[in-house]
T-cell receptor
Framework: GENVEQHPSTLSVQEGDSAVIKCTYS??????FPWYKQELGKRPQLIID?????GEKKDQRIAVTLNKTAKHFSLHITETQPEDSAVYFC??????????FGPGTRLSVLP | DGGITQSPKYLFRKEGQNVTLSCEQN?????MYWYRQDPGQGLRLIYY???????QKGDIAEGYSVSREKKESFPLTVTSAQKNPTAFYLC??????????FGPGTRLTVL
């Protein structure tokens, strides 16, 4: 089955700097890669996703890149703000049956 | 108002007691999922269902049971066989190969 690794586990950046979180997956059959943001005590919410036929996708300050050959995808947040502080999870679909999540990255944006 | 709901928000269980967590969605999604999240940890899949009257075990199914009698509902029972059930439980739904929508969660505590 699919396995997803995520790095780093914690990340601290100064407000206004960029943050990058990287994930690798094991199964080349995976086609859909979402990113979720979870604030303390709340539910995870989708912030951006990418499909296997696309190399990059942007939404304002957030972007995701996918390298299918190397089997890794990354989340890029530019011009970070304090409200970006949260735990971020990457995921990969598992033959369309369910999703495998990475262990999460705790991002702290320091004022 | 479309969405996915969970109840109760907080639940307390005594030793040896079975408890049932409710999950309902009106998004017309075929797939539903249950996750367990321990403090500071990631999402672990308990059970998932792709269609009514069918469900599969996830990574940590022992001590839990589910049913899927209606498309809209996917209740989770935490049995007395689950020795350490204190956690945050999240239900989610999706269409195949698309984002999961999460419910607000149920926080279960063993007294």
């Amino acid at each position: 089955g699919e396995n997803v690794e995520q790095h780093p586990s914690t990340l601290s950046v100064q407000e206004g700097d960029s943050a990058v979180i990287k994930c690798t997956y094991s199964d080349s059959a995976s086609n859909y890669f979402p990113w979720y943001k979870q604030e303390l005590g709340k539910r995870p919410q989708l912030i951006i996703d990418i499909r296997s036929n696309v190399g990059e996708k942007k939404d304002q300050r957030i972007a995701v890149t996918l390298n299918k050959t190397a089997k890794h995808f990354s989340l890029h947040i530019t011009e970070t703000q304090p409200e970006d502080s949260a735990v971020y999870f990457c995921a990969a679909d598992n033959y369309g049956q369910n999703f495998v999540f990475g262990p999460g990255t705790r991002l702290s944006v320091l004022p | 108002d479309g969405g996915i709901t969970q109840s109760p928000k907080y639940l307390f269980r005594k030793e040896g007691q079975n408890v049932t967590l409710s999950c309902e969605q009106n998004l017309n999604h075929d797939a539903m999922y249950w996750y367990r999240q321990d403090p500071g940890q990631g999402l672990r899949l308990i059970y998932y269902s792709q269609i009514v009257n069918d469900f599969q075990k996830g990574d940590i199914a022992e001590g839990y049971s589910v049913s899927r009698e209606k498309k809209e509902s996917f209740p989770l029972t935490v049995t007395s066989a689950q020795k350490n059930p204190t956690a945050f439980y999240l239900c989610a739904s999706s269409t195949r190969y698309n984002e999961q929508f999460f419910g607000p969660g149920t926080r279960l505590t063993v007294l």
